[in-house]
């Protein structure tokens, strides 16, 4: 997509002395993965560290905290007869931690730690009743270290399970926080052209559309796997959306994010790299001429700002304050986003750019548009075929919106009780 460059008790958790004598011996002296010996020095050196661990019971959750050296990979497990929940962190060692006695909950009788397949590190919490973890990771405040919190609902049970289907990854799998009376924070999730158009096309034939949807549904199973967010597809199809649709989709569905995801075209094949984009100056100020002259918008906003029942320079008023806000929530939003990116991908521009793009351009709710990489690029366009790479870009946008979060967390949300 072609675009202008205008410049986030006691254990079972106690471990037993043999299970310790295990633990520090499988970690501390190398231990064989898939056959394959390798050395203390190798393994701490790409594995994340627990420096702590914490537990405590909350109203309706019991909550497990991790502090962790990196942000980790986890998959999740329910057993029954007994019942447990197991939490599989990859490529992560705990050494000379104090591990928390169990709170006085109901529905975590303890936890139990042991090491997996040389490298992981397996957490069993082993349940009253069965209980499906909910589980996010949250990136440093303040420098300090990642978390990991797992959280054990009281209610247990079946019935609002996300994701059970073979299409949906149980890596994160989770319940919906709806369930626990938090309210949920809406991300809408914009793949840029699809149906008749097909976006930009790659030496390979790669269409832009494809490519985009494909991170997309990735980024919609992730935030509906993480608690406290709902995802909304403003397309999850191979159909054609109008931009000012988009948008509107987002606005029925009270959104509190917008994400545009593309892939970025130039008629150099060496441009290269990902970038991130919100609204400029320009954009918002034709944008709000037009919502003032529009009488359909004059009640519209989703904050609950109405611009009805005021004369013209009132409500301009109105609107520029709406918009310098949001404006201001997307560049920090988008600097998040983009911070992350740059862990997985080259950057195209190390800041967040600005342009007038008609998907960004609702004056309440915080948007930018990712570029995940240049289609035109022969090896760029190699890599945003694999899924492994799609799946870092989507990984990448949901730790931008969860260190959004952590810093402005709405009250009456589940981030209000990290």
């Given at each position: 997509?072609?675009?202008?460059?205008?410049?986030?008790?006691?254990?079972?958790?106690?471990?037993?002395?043999?299970?310790?004598?295990?633990?520090?011996?499988?970690?501390?002296?190398?231990?064989?993965?898939?056959?394959?010996?390798?050395?203390?020095?190798?393994?701490?050196?790409?594995?994340?560290?627990?420096?702590?661990?914490?537990?405590?019971?909350?109203?309706?959750?019991?909550?497990?905290?991790?502090?962790?050296?990196?942000?980790?990979?986890?998959?999740?497990?329910?057993?029954?007869?007994?019942?447990?929940?197991?939490?599989?962190?990859?490529?992560?060692?705990?050494?000379?931690?104090?591990?928390?006695?169990?709170?006085?909950?109901?529905?975590?009788?303890?936890?139990?730690?042991?090491v997996?397949?040389?490298?992981?590190?397996?957490?069993?919490?082993?349940?009253?009743?069965?209980?499906?973890?909910?589980?996010?990771?949250?990136?440093?405040?303040?420098?300090?270290?990642?978390?990991?919190?797992?959280?054990?609902?009281?209610?247990?049970?079946?019935?609002?399970?996300?994701?059970?289907?073979?299409?949906?990854?149980?890596?994160?799998?989770?319940?919906?926080?709806?369930?626990?009376?938090f309210r949920?924070?809406?991300?809408?999730?914009?793949?840029?052209?699809?149906?008749k158009?097909?976006?930009?096309?790659?030496?390979?034939?790669?269409?832009?559309?494809?490519?985009?949807?494909?991170?997309?549904?990735?980024l919609?199973?992730?935030?509906?796997?993480?608690?406290?967010?709902?995802?909304?597809?403003?397309?999850?199809?191979?159909?054609?959306i109008?931009?000012?649709?988009?948008?509107?989709?987002?606005?029925?569905?009270?959104?509190?994010l917008?994400?545009s995801?593309?892939?970025?075209?130039f008629?150099?094949?060496?441009?290269?790299?990902?970038?991130?984009?919100?609204?400029?100056?320009?954009?918002?100020?034709?944008e709000?001429?037009?919502?003032?002259?529009?009488?359909?918008?004059?009640?519209?906003?989703?904050?609950?700002?109405?611009?009805?029942g005021?004369?013209?320079?009132?409500?301009?008023?109105?609107l520029?304050?709406?918009?310098?806000?949001?404006?201001?929530?997307?560049?920090?939003?988008?600097?998040?986003?983009?911070?992350?990116?740059?862990?997985?991908?080259?950057?195209?521009?190390?800041?967040?750019q600005?342009?007038?793009?008609?998907?960004?351009?609702?004056?309440?709710?915080?948007?930018?548009?990712?570029?995940?990489?240049?289609?035109?690029?022969?090896?760029?366009?190699?890599?945003l075929?694999?899924?492994?790479?799609?799946?870092?870009?989507?990984?990448?946008?949901?730790?931008?919106?969860?260190?959004?979060?952590?810093?402005?967390?709405?009250?009456?949300?589940?981030?209000?009780?990290?």
């Amino acid at each position: 997509m072609n675009k202008p460059t205008q410049s986030v008790h006691s254990a079972s958790v106690a471990i037993d002395a043999d299970r310790r004598r295990f633990l520090r011996s499988a970690v501390g002296t190398g231990v064989a993965a898939f056959g394959l010996p390798f050395a203390e020095s190798a393994l701490a050196a790409r594995s994340v560290r627990v420096s702590r661990v914490e537990a405590g019971r909350h109203d309706g959750f019991t909550r497990y905290v991790f502090r962790l050296s990196a942000p980790v990979d986890f998959d999740t497990l329910l057993l029954d007869n007994p019942a447990r929940a197991v939490v599989d962190l990859r490529s992560t060692q705990l050494r000379d931690v104090a591990l928390p006695s169990a709170p006085d909950s109901p529905v975590v009788k303890g936890m139990r730690v042991g090491v997996r397949h040389g490298t992981d590190l397996r957490l069993v919490f082993d349940l009253k009743k069965r209980a499906r973890p909910q589980i996010i990771i949250l990136p440093p405040t303040d420098g300090g270290e990642h978390r990991l919190v797992i959280d054990l609902p009281h209610g247990g049970g079946r019935d609002t399970v996300v994701a059970d289907r073979p299409d949906v990854p149980q890596q994160n799998s989770t319940l919906r926080s709806g369930a626990s009376g938090f309210r949920e924070l809406v991300v809408a999730i914009d793949p840029g052209h699809g149906g008749k158009d097909p976006g930009a096309i790659g030496r390979r034939g790669t269409r832009e559309k494809d490519i985009v949807l494909n991170i997309g549904l990735q980024l919609r199973d992730l935030i509906a796997a993480t608690p406290g967010l709902r995802p909304v597809m403003t397309r999850s199809d191979d159909r054609y959306i109008p931009l000012r649709k988009r948008t509107q989709i987002a606005r029925d569905h009270e959104a509190d994010l917008f994400i545009s995801v593309h892939a970025d075209a130039f008629r150099l094949a060496s441009a290269k790299g990902a970038s991130v984009y919100c609204l400029s100056q320009n954009g918002a100020s034709s944008e709000a001429a037009r919502w003032l002259a529009a009488k359909e918008n004059s009640a519209d906003f989703v904050g609950g700002a109405s611009l009805s029942g005021h004369d013209e320079d009132v409500a301009s008023v109105l609107l520029d304050l709406a918009q310098t806000k949001t404006l201001e929530s997307s560049l920090d939003f988008g600097d998040r986003v983009l911070g992350q990116i740059g862990n997985v991908a080259q950057l195209h521009k190390r800041q967040v750019q600005q342009a007038g793009f008609a998907v960004l351009k609702s004056p309440d709710i915080p948007s930018i548009l990712v570029e995940s990489a240049f289609i035109s690029n022969p090896q760029e366009e190699r890599r945003l075929r694999t899924r492994a790479y799609q799946r870092e870009i989507a990984q990448s946008i949901l730790a931008g919106v969860n260190s959004y979060y952590v810093a402005h967390a709405p009250q009456g949300t589940r981030y209000a009780m990290l």
